[in-house]
């Protein structure tokens, strides 16, 4: 067994030890030692994960079967890890970035009680242990594993504070919403083992080509339906706005560098199976688009800090989609690294704000704040300026490569692209304004208060925004520079196998440089204005009573998506609940079993009756008793 082979196990194992020591000894430890703790095995995982990257850096892929997960005469299925390029990218994102969580957060939840400090430490591990498990499963059941894993610590996560019913019910609300996607995606997972007789990702990949194009749409439209659930796509998109009701790490850890991305690796992952299905192309990119524009236009409206940002992640995964609905399985895996960074970076940011601020969301009660916090102003508006796609940031590689693609692919994709970026530099910028420029609106006692936040919170982001600023240059285009683009041949022979039966069967004209150049000048100036029209706009933001109307007032209520499933499914099931509980349980099935018992006390009550203690009245019933016997033997 390899080196890599031998150490790999570690990287989720790591995080697992952190999760059972904070989890079983939260009475006993102090919580600086919780934080180390907790902190400490990310690191080391990250560590382990940066020595993993450079084993498979020439394009080696890794292997370890560790003991048999099921085995039984039919089924065998083994506790497998792969260890790739993507998988070992996805690595990096989530212990990388999951450290930087832990570490402001040892700051950010300092105010907790001890004990529920190291409970929120624990749950923190077992979330980055079950999203390396997904990603380093070597097989669909280990990936599923994860899957699972992820939804059970966003439960517990959003619902930390659990005191506050409201905080229940968003967990809930995410939990539950989960399931359905889950629910495609294990039906997938059957189809295939029945198709293939197993689930392993190397033999599934080398014998795709022996579905039937029926099978390959029905498992790829399964698998695309857990996404939109894990991954927060119409019609499941909803939970994700909703979690922000957890504390603003855990949003930051969902919304960056776990769970939300757990749907585009497990598409990425499955590439050649969602390439030789067209239809499913097809369904990813229109779905991804429709949520990356309805969520911007959402967006633009609110008035939560945390809630702009849970839109935002909602709209840029729909970019993501896109991309890989049009087979740009690179560009959605390299923005999915860049959002990692900025969008981090942009919750940590509001994090500190909202620390400041005394736990004000509202970014109507905010501004001017830019004097008072320094190191987060200038890595916050850094932040905004990559997820608005302004080069060199990071966010204007990642989301011209897909929009170029996505021109290939038709006009229209791009056309309805650029106006979801111009949307997203308006609603950030709009954000900015709002809460760093102008005067203060908050109260005298507020801006008695207001302070940078301390180091363990100000070096994260500062590390993120240096990451936000430079980590697009992992993927400059060939327009600009001739091999620049590292991650695509870093991730090459992920995607080798697809490449080829692109060429073969599905061949397009490559865009000539003028039109590429031109595309991304097109994008960049329609931002640009939106971006300096929002500074204009909200730069000297003065507080106002007057309600919505019209147009802002449906944005404002995010088109009545919620009213509407409230109305369409939630009262429907639980008048349909009410019925089976009241009707069918209380006076159907309750009601029979009572009555039994009711019909047997009766009747014993009569029957006791007989027991008069009179002679004459046994001896007549003794002899009533012989004649029926006499008459039933006589007769018979």
Same mark, same amino acid.
């Given at each position: 067994?390899?080196?890599?082979?031998?150490?790999?196990?570690?990287?989720p194992?790591?995080p697992?030890?952190?999760?059972?020591?904070n989890?079983l000894?939260?009475?006993?430890?102090?919580?600086?030692?919780?934080?180390?703790?907790?902190?400490?095995?990310?690191?080391a995982?990250?560590?382990l994960?940066?020595?993993?990257?450079?084993?498979?850096?020439?394009?080696?892929?890794?292997?370890?079967h560790?003991?048999?997960?099921?085995?039984?005469?039919?089924?065998?299925?083994?506790?497998?890890?792969?260890?790739?390029?993507?998988?070992?990218?996805?690595?990096?994102?989530?212990?990388?970035?999951?450290?930087?969580?832990?570490?402001?957060?040892?700051?950010?939840?300092?105010?907790?009680?001890?004990?529920?400090f190291a409970?929120?430490?624990?749950?923190?591990?077992?979330?980055?242990?079950?999203?390396?498990?997904?990603?380093?499963?070597?097989?669909?059941?280990?990936?599923?594993?994860?899957?699972?894993?992820?939804?059970?610590?966003?439960?517990?996560l959003?619902g930390?504070?659990?005191?506050?019913?409201?905080?229940n019910?968003?967990?809930?609300k995410a939990?539950?919403?989960?399931?359905?996607?889950?629910?495609?995606?294990?039906l997938?997972?059957?189809?295939?083992?029945?198709?293939?007789?197993?689930?392993?990702?190397?033999?599934?990949?080398?014998?795709?080509?022996k579905?039937?194009?029926?099978?390959?749409?029905?498992?790829?439209?399964?698998?695309?339906?857990?996404?939109?659930?894990?991954?927060?796509?119409?019609?499941?998109?909803?939970w994700?706005?909703?979690?922000?009701?957890?504390?603003?790490?855990?949003?930051?850890?969902?919304?960056a560098?776990?769970?939300?991305?757990?749907?585009?690796?497990m598409?990425?992952?499955?590439?050649?199976?969602?390439t030789?299905?067209?239809?499913?192309?097809?369904?990813?990119?229109?779905?991804?688009?429709?949520?990356?524009?309805?969520?911007?236009?959402?967006?633009?409206?609110?008035?939560?800090?945390?809630?702009?940002?849970?839109?935002?992640?909602?709209?840029?995964?729909?970019?993501m989609f896109?991309?890989?609905?049009?087979?740009?399985?690179?560009?959605?895996?390299?923005?999915?690294m860049?959002?990692?960074?900025?969008?981090?970076?942009?919750?940590?940011?509001?994090g500190?704000v909202?620390h400041?601020?005394?736990?004000?969301?509202?970014m109507?009660?905010?501004?001017?704040?830019?004097?008072?916090?320094?190191?987060?102003?200038?890595?916050?508006?850094?932040?905004?300026? &990559?997820? $608005?796609?302004?080069?060199?940031?990071?966010?204007? #590689? +990642? *989301?011209? @490569?897909?929009?170029? %693609?996505?021109f290939?692919?038709?006009?229209?994709?791009w056309?309805?692209?650029?106006?979801?970026a111009?949307?997203?530099?308006f609603?950030?910028?709009?954000?900015?304004?709002?809460?760093?420029?102008?005067?203060?609106?908050?109260?005298?006692?507020q801006?008695?208060?207001?302070?940078?936040?301390p180091?363990?919170?100000?070096?994260?982001?500062?590390?993120?925004?240096?990451?936000?600023?430079?980590?697009?240059?992992?993927?400059?285009?060939?327009?600009?520079?001739?091999?620049?683009?590292?991650?695509e041949?870093?991730?090459?022979?992920?995607?080798?196998?697809t490449?080829e039966?692109?060429?073969?069967?599905?061949?397009?004209?490559?865009?000539?440089?003028?039109?590429?150049?031109?595309?991304?000048?097109?994008?960049?100036?329609? &931002?640009? $204005?939106?971006?300096?029209?929002?500074?204009?706009? #909200? +730069? *000297?933001? @003065?507080?106002?009573? %007057?309600a919505?109307?019209?147009?802002?007032?449906?944005?404002?209520?995010k088109?009545?998506?919620?009213?509407?499933?409230?109305?369409?499914?939630?009262?429907?099931?639980?008048?349909?609940?009410?019925?089976?509980?009241?009707?069918?349980?209380?006076?159907?099935?309750?009601?029979?079993?009572?009555?039994?018992?009711?019909?047997?006390?009766?009747?014993?009550?009569q029957?006791?009756?007989?027991?008069?203690?009179q002679?004459?009245?046994?001896?007549?019933?003794?002899?009533?008793?012989?004649?029926?016997?006499?008459?039933?033997?006589f007769?018979?």
């Amino acid at each position: 067994m390899s080196n890599t082979l031998q150490i790999v196990w570690l990287i989720p194992f790591l995080p697992l030890i952190g999760f059972l020591v904070n989890g079983l000894f939260r009475k006993q430890l102090s919580k600086s030692l919780v934080g180390i703790i907790g902190s400490g095995v990310i690191l080391a995982s990250f560590a382990l994960s940066v020595y993993v990257f450079m084993q498979v850096k020439g394009g080696n892929i890794h292997l370890a079967h560790y003991f048999n997960f099921i085995n039984t005469d039919s089924i065998k299925v083994g506790f497998d890890f792969q260890v790739d390029q993507l998988s070992s990218l996805f690595l990096l994102i989530i212990t990388g970035v999951g450290f930087l969580i832990h570490v402001y957060s040892t700051s950010y939840m300092h105010e907790e009680d001890s004990k529920d400090f190291a409970k929120y430490f624990a749950y923190l591990n077992l979330f980055v242990f079950s999203m390396l498990l997904l990603v380093m499963g070597g097989n669909y059941i280990i990936m599923f594993i994860g899957w699972e894993g992820v939804g059970l610590c966003s439960y517990l996560l959003i619902g930390f504070w659990f005191r506050n019913n409201d905080y229940n019910n968003a967990a809930k609300k995410a939990f539950i919403m989960n399931r359905i996607g889950d629910l495609g995606f294990l039906l997938a997972v059957f189809w295939l083992y029945n198709k293939l007789g197993t689930t392993d990702y190397h033999t599934v990949f080398e014998n795709a080509g022996k579905l039937t194009p029926a099978d390959l749409t029905g498992i790829t439209l399964l698998l695309f339906v857990g996404a939109t659930g894990k991954s927060a796509q119409i019609p499941l998109y909803t939970w994700l706005p909703d979690a922000m009701a957890g504390p603003t790490p855990v949003s930051a850890l969902i919304h960056a560098a776990t769970m939300v991305t757990a749907g585009i690796y497990m598409i990425a992952r499955s590439n050649i199976m969602f390439t030789m299905a067209p239809v499913t192309h097809y369904v990813i990119a229109a779905v991804g688009l429709a949520t990356a524009i309805l969520a911007a236009t959402i967006a633009l409206k609110q008035n939560d800090i945390k809630k702009v940002l849970a839109y935002s992640t909602v709209s840029q995964l729909g970019y993501m989609f896109l991309g890989l609905g049009v087979g740009a399985y690179t560009g959605a895996v390299f923005h999915v690294m860049t959002h990692a960074f900025f969008k981090a970076l942009l919750f940590l940011g509001a994090g500190s704000v909202i620390h400041a601020m005394g736990g004000e969301q509202d970014m109507r009660n905010m501004g001017g704040l830019k004097k008072y916090m320094s190191i987060t102003h200038i890595t916050f508006l850094l932040g905004c300026l &990559a997820i $608005a796609g302004m080069p060199p940031f990071s966010g204007f #590689f +990642s *989301k011209d @490569e897909i929009l170029a %693609a996505a021109f290939k692919q038709n006009p229209l994709y791009w056309g309805l692209g650029v106006a979801g970026a111009m949307m997203t530099a308006f609603y950030m910028f709009r954000l900015y304004g709002m809460t760093f420029l102008g005067k203060f609106r908050g109260t005298h006692e507020q801006e008695h208060h207001l302070h940078e936040s301390p180091a363990a919170i100000t070096v994260p982001l500062s590390i993120l925004a240096v990451l936000a600023v430079i980590g697009g240059l992992v993927g400059i285009p060939e327009v600009f520079m001739h091999g620049g683009h590292k991650l695509e041949v870093f991730l090459e022979p992920i995607f080798a196998t697809t490449n080829e039966y692109v060429k073969e069967h599905q061949p397009h004209e490559a865009l000539s440089h003028s039109t590429e150049l031109g595309l991304m000048a097109a994008s960049v100036i329609g &931002a640009l $204005a939106a971006l300096l029209f929002a500074w204009n706009k #909200f +730069s *000297k933001y @003065e507080k106002t009573d %007057a309600a919505e109307t019209g147009l802002g007032k449906i944005l404002a209520n995010k088109w009545y998506v919620d009213e509407l499933y409230n109305t369409v499914i939630v009262k429907p099931l639980n008048s349909f609940a009410a019925f089976l509980n009241n009707v069918v349980e209380k006076k159907g099935i309750d009601g029979a079993v009572n009555g039994v018992g009711k019909a047997v006390n009766y009747g014993s009550r009569q029957i006791r009756l007989l027991q008069s203690g009179q002679v004459g009245t046994y001896v007549l019933l003794m002899v009533v008793g012989i004649l029926v016997l006499f008459i039933i033997q006589f007769f018979l």
